[in-house]
């Protein structure tokens, strides 16, 4: 690593460039009239100082377009640092397609790090040049901040969620990574390397990583062994198909099957209850590591993406009997509570024990 002082840090990521110069632009707006209004005060304290006791300045009346050119120019270069910024920011927040996904668990007061093929490191990211890299990151206790100065990315990773940063690196080498937030004793020893290699040395160092189980398969078993399979087969939604996709609520609203969803819907079941089924699924807070509920995610994602995720509705999955119940039995259903006649399902959610009264 180059250890001689610099003024900014390495640009190493194709968000580092893009963000120093609009930092520039920021330096250079504020240096530029910060001189001009210094050099002016001071000239005209000069010029227009007061030279004798009985001197009184004449009222001169401000030009119009004098007003006009000091509101108008400063608003039009503030305008472009908000454009630009925000714009900036939006492209920072919506990591592009084809992404390849790299977990990340941040806990007092270390980084975990799981790549695709199953591969662990601890407070190290190896990452391939010219790849978008989107990190999946949740916290295990507090809040920590995952930031690689030589990108330009600093995420705060709030426990309860997924976080998601992506990048794309641009220099091979060897770059700082800390927590930038306050985690407690150990906080300044959260602190890593981020090494960037070429893409075949990526596959290399992979290929010589010691093999683990990739998160979709090991999510695949905890679907299994927490018993989710016995009903997301038959009596709940099943989960092909459902990342991505856009989901009916029993309250009438939609919402799109993204990781948050996903995750909320195993911590907390009722905050979101898919129309057309009773909210009966239990509350698996506590029982998963963060870990494991990346891997259950990452199993939902690799039975497949929707098929409307561009605004449609997927349909319900509702062709098997349910405890008696036969779909035929009510045309309506499963959109309960949108259709007036869906008596039905809401005699079904009683007798299943957990239905809500409206
Ligand atoms: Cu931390």
Request: glycine letters at 8%.
């Amino acid at each position: 690593m180059d250890e001689r002082f610099r003024l900014f840090p390495e640009e190493a990521s194709t968000l580092a460039r893009e963000t120093d110069h609009l930092l520039y632009y920021l330096l250079g707006v504020s240096v530029f009239f910060t001189l001009l209004i210094f050099v002016f005060v001071v000239y005209f304290a000069l010029r227009y100082r007061r030279r004798s006791d009985n001197e009184f300045p004449p009222e001169v009346p401000s030009p119009l377009s004098l007003e006009i050119t000091w509101s108008v120019v400063p608003f039009i270069l503030m305008m472009g640092m908000f454009f630009w910024g925000a714009s900036l920011y939006v492209q920072m927040k919506r990591p592009p397609a084809n992404a390849m996904q790299i977990n990340v668990v941040g806990k007092q007061w270390m980084w975990k790090v799981q790549h695709p093929n199953g591969a662990r490191e601890i407070n190290e990211l190896h990452v391939p040049t010219g790849r978008t890299i989107r990190l999946m990151m949740a916290s295990q206790d507090v809040v920590h901040s995952f930031f690689i100065p030589a990108f330009r990315i600093k995420q705060d990773v709030i426990p309860g969620s997924f976080v998601t940063q992506w990048f794309i690196a641009t220099k091979p080498g060897t770059y700082h990574l800390f927590c930038s937030q306050y985690c407690g004793t150990e906080h300044s020893k959260m602190v890593g390397r981020v090494i960037v290699l070429r893409p075949e040395e990526y596959e290399a160092w992979l290929a010589g990583a010691p093999p683990d189980e990739p998160p979709p398969i090991a999510g695949g078993r905890l679907f299994v062994t927490y018993g989710c399979v016995a009903c997301h087969s038959a009596r709940a939604p099943t989960m092909a198909g459902l990342y991505g996709s856009r989901v009916q609520l029993d309250d009438g609203s939609t919402t799109v099957a993204d990781d948050a969803y996903l995750r909320e819907s195993i911590i907390e079941p009722g905050a979101k209850v898919v129309a057309g089924y009773p909210p009966v699924m239990p509350s698996y807070r506590g029982q998963l590591s963060e870990e494991q509920l990346i891997d259950l995610v990452a199993y939902i994602k690799s039975l497949g993406a929707g098929a409307s995720t561009e605004g449609g509705v997927r349909p319900l999955p509702a062709t098997r009997p349910v405890n008696g119940f036969s779909p035929d039995r009510a045309p309506n259903y499963p959109p309960a509570r949108q259709t007036p006649g869906a008596e039905p399902v809401e005699v079904e959610r009683g007798r299943l024990g957990g239905g809500r009264e409206k």
